[in-house]
């Protein structure tokens, strides 16, 4: 079992910032990622940017360039910088982990971002 407790959003303008953190606890020495998710209203969730335990990362095209994800991994944590947000990339973000050798994932509670143009 793996615990997920998200902080970070909020209602910023376009062109602001915001950093979201995860921190994971439990059963972490499986974990195999960890990443964020986001939800709009109407929309099907998505991935955003999953980082491997080798460091490697993968990104959405559509925050390609603005946003950068990073991990602690002594501290079982993960983050998300958002810059230059965009009124689109308003949503719920979601924090993700896949863990063991079946990859199940965990879920955190998910925090709302708000970007007003």
């Known amino acids: 079992q793996v615990q997920l407790v998200e902080s970070g959003g909020g209602l910023v303008q376009a062109g602001g910032s915001l950093r979201l953190s995860c921190v994971a606890s439990?059963?972490?020495?499986?974990?195999?990622?960890m990443g964020w998710y986001r939800q709009a209203p109407g929309k099907q969730r998505e991935t955003v940017a999953v980082?491997?335990?080798?460091?490697?990362?993968n990104y959405a095209e559509s925050v390609k360039g603005r946003f950068t994800i990073a991990r602690d991994n002594a501290e079982n944590t993960v983050y998300l910088q958002m810059n230059s947000l965009k009124p689109e990339d308003t949503a719920v973000y979601y924090c993700n982990v896949k863990v063991g050798i079946s990859w199940m994932n965990y879920w955190g509670q998910g925090t709302q971002v708000t970007v007003s143009s």
């Open positions: 439990g059963t972490t020495s499986s974990i195999k990622t």
């Open positions: 980082m491997l335990n080798s460091g490697s990362a």
